[in-house]
């Protein structure tokens, strides 16, 4: 369908490979540091070079002009509760992929989860929304995870979070590295792109994606490493460095 493979080509570059920055946080932690005044980060970030940003419908909605001609945009359909919820609280669908794709959107993101009582609702939401994208040619993105966050890199959780997502119709993986014994192997059991989600800043982000790249991930999504950076706009330079240029020897 070439409206995948005209939005798809949009975020992955001539040579298959993204950098995405994630700036969709506000919407479950708040006005967090380095996205306090979300357009002036969205035009430090954009000076970086990124392929794309994560962002949610309302920020797209009032701030296209920032956006316009310079990245492409991916639209979190999905969303739960804020950082104040009391519980853990499953991702629904917070707007629709037709809204998403009357802003513009080159995709969408949806948040699916294993691992706890509500996931056969995960699953189901994935599945529909699978539906709905490929009737509008748009992409989704899947971003999976298990329920429980001790095991958010567990690469137990993740093969099998990986591969639902992908049987259920994911175009694109979001998954948090697993480590050099097991990202290939979830890697090569998708026949779909895998990105890498970046956490808090708390690791060597560009370590982190040097070896997934070399494990064979397809781009990174990272948003705090990125955003909360002293310099995020040399930080999104150094990503793109990392992903697009060493590639060929990679
Ligand atoms: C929001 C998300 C974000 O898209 C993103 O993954 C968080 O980015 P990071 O963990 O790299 O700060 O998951 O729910």
Known sequence: MSGKRLRLSRIFGGDGRTVIVALDHGQFQGPISGIFDLPSTIEKIISGGPDALILNPGIVAKHADLL???????????????????????HRLTTSVEYALSMGADAVIVMGFIGGPGESSSLELIGHTAEVC??????????MLPQDPEHSADPKYISIGARAAYELGADVLKIYYTGKDSLSKIVDSVAIRVVIAGGPKDKDAFAMAREAIQLGARGVAFGRNVFQAED?????????????ERCAGA
């Open 232 to 244: 995020p706009e040399r930080c999104v330079k150094e990503l793109v460095k990392i992903v697009h």
């Open 134 to 143: 490929d009737k509008h040619g748009l992409p989704l993105i899947v971003e």
């Open 68 to 90: 316009a001609g310079k990245t492409s945009v991916i639209v979190r359909i999905t969303g739960a509760s804020t950082s104040y919820s009391p519980s853990f609280d499953y």
